[in-house]
């Protein structure tokens, strides 16, 4: 069988295909960077205006008492079971940044008396920059190990160890339970990113018990660009989490006006400022393809776009150097190192195959199983052959 | 002449009546609240609707480029002449708390060796829960001063004072240019919370010699709920500005992904994560609404909304006691303590006039010079005497 005719039976036999129509994507767009910017469902256009129009526009104030203000923890209870989280343990604000500056700094004070911040050596660099800065605040060194020797390298010493899910660059996927796990032996707390794998991965927060966790909305949750981030804290840390930017919305009152900070009892106290709310619930709707179908449905496609892509390249372009681990030990993208990448991937684009560059010279391409179909994966790599 | 045939006159000579038409407003309702929640402008909900099914919807990922990236500093700039900032000082993005944290933190590092903060007595909650938090993890310690006492309280230790430029609950302008002076004079830096006044009374950073302000744009700005706020640091900081927000959107070379942080050059060090792109442009969209009023003309309706506010209160609710300032030394509200207003602003509000309630006893009517009629403060006041 031709690739051509194999990636038209597995579009014909995908039980996920029809939930491509919710998505507004342009049919002429082999669309495969889901794992930077989610495609828009077609109910977010709709909610915004009737957000716009409606809530703000009609009710305006009095909205915040008809679903503005508790929509961090609702929307964090919607996003919860694909992280793998009982109610009440993940909240909906701020970016990934913000919500990584809240983690680390409330980690180490949950963890007194040791002085270093494990941070995964791979790691997105905002998480890096997050965790220097932390620890320049705190008093706290920062020790950068690679992911393998993250079990090992934690000791007595160890407040916490920051560490990403899914390598951003690599896509592989890191041994969540087994490094949690390790951590704790040794004292440690386990703290989280997840942006590269919620949405595309099962993710067992409660199951692994992980400590904190943060999350992005805009990859392959499909929340739009820069929509709001999740925090994530586990329900027996929640009484004593003390997290740095004390806002009048994490206050225990928050419209009492009270001077001194007093926060929230549950995950509320991980809240800052007024959210945001035109973006917040963006998200809400976004969140509605995940009503009919499983992340391990999702998981399911995504592997196996992953391996069609896999024999794509040895087939078309063989030789080609795949930096993303070939057995399923891999988040959703598949990663090529490329000669000159950058400009690869701007013909690639010119070519309506969108993926992304990332330095030194990696192709990524993202499988996001909701909306990428297999036709898809055998175009892009039929555009990569014509690169060559 | 009758207070109704004053009210008729007045908005029929009103040079901005025809910019009420520019909102998407009930036209049943009196709607004074605009110092909460401002009204949606009504090229918010078109440019929503752009965004999503154009921009995210079939440019994707490649809107990033074109103009999602630099969305922060260039709605700053739009910003910048209400606030009397030249370019290149003002960023959008995060919460007014977010951005009060990197001020605060941003403030005592520019200032070292000074180890006390003066914070505004009567500040907005989230301002001093902020500065105790920035302070616990800084060494300094936060002293309450009353704004009237603040230039004289202000010594060799201070660090900087953090201040309102509108008291959120009298509605009372403080004198910005005064007490930042009184502050220079002690070696004190100056940071100002811009929520109440921007927008609505002439702002002029660069000519006061402010060193740090933070504000608000879902206020008098209309950016919509939660909306972006705002940072401003004064040109002479810029090179030396060291917030601790350091997210990936801030460096020096954000597509570099390199692991150690260095800020990039100019207010762009401001930013932390990813922006939050469909907010930032629904208030990029309220902007357009000051191309052709100047802030002098909003503020001299404002007052003159203020004005006829107090002749309806003496008139027909002769006694009530008025908290704001009855000179122009207020910025944009009219509050009353009133007893139960908790109740009372629940009735008026069932009967269509929309101020809000603060605590202790306190209605606060908002007067947006933009949307506000006249007619909407008479039949405030006489909802008002109805409930007596």
Sequence with gaps: MSLRDEAAELDALDPLAGKRAEFDLDPELSYLDGNSLGAPPRGVATRMAAVVSEQWGRRLIRSWDEGWWDAPERIGDRIAPLAGAGPGQVVVGDSTTVNLFKAVVAAARLNPGRPEILLDAGTFPTDGYIAESAARLTGHT???????????????????????????????????????????????????????????????????????????????????????AFLYVARKWLPSFDQPLTGWAGHADPFGMTPEYSGRTGISRGRTGTPDILSML???????????????????????????????????????????????????????????????????IERGVIGDFRPPEVLRFGLAALYVRYGDVLRAVEELRALR
């Design 142 to 228: 920062v020790r950068r190990v690679p992911v393998a020797e993250m079990a090992s390298a934690a000791g007595s010493r160890t407040a916490l160890a920051l560490v990403n899910h899914v390598d951003y660059v690599t896509g592989a996927l890191h041994d969540l339970p087994g490094i949690t796990a390790a951590l704790h032996s040794a004292g440690a707390l386990a703290v989280w990113d997840l942006c590269h794998s919620v949405g595309a991965v099962p993710v067992r927060l409660d199951a692994a018990g992980v400590d904190l966790a943060v999350g992005c909305t805009y990859k392959f949750l499909n929340g739009g660009p820069g929509s709001p």
């Design 282 to 348: 963006a998200l809400d709707a976004a969140l509605d393809v995940w009503g009919d179908v499983t992340i391990e449905q999702v998981r399911a496609k995504g592997l196996a776009l992953g391996d069609f892509f896999l024999k794509c390249v040895d087939a078309l372009v063989p030789g080609a150097r795949v930096v993303t681990p070939r057995d399923h030990g891999r988040g959703n993208q598949i990663s090529l190192a490329w000669p000159d990448a950058k400009t690869a991937m701007a013909t690639l």
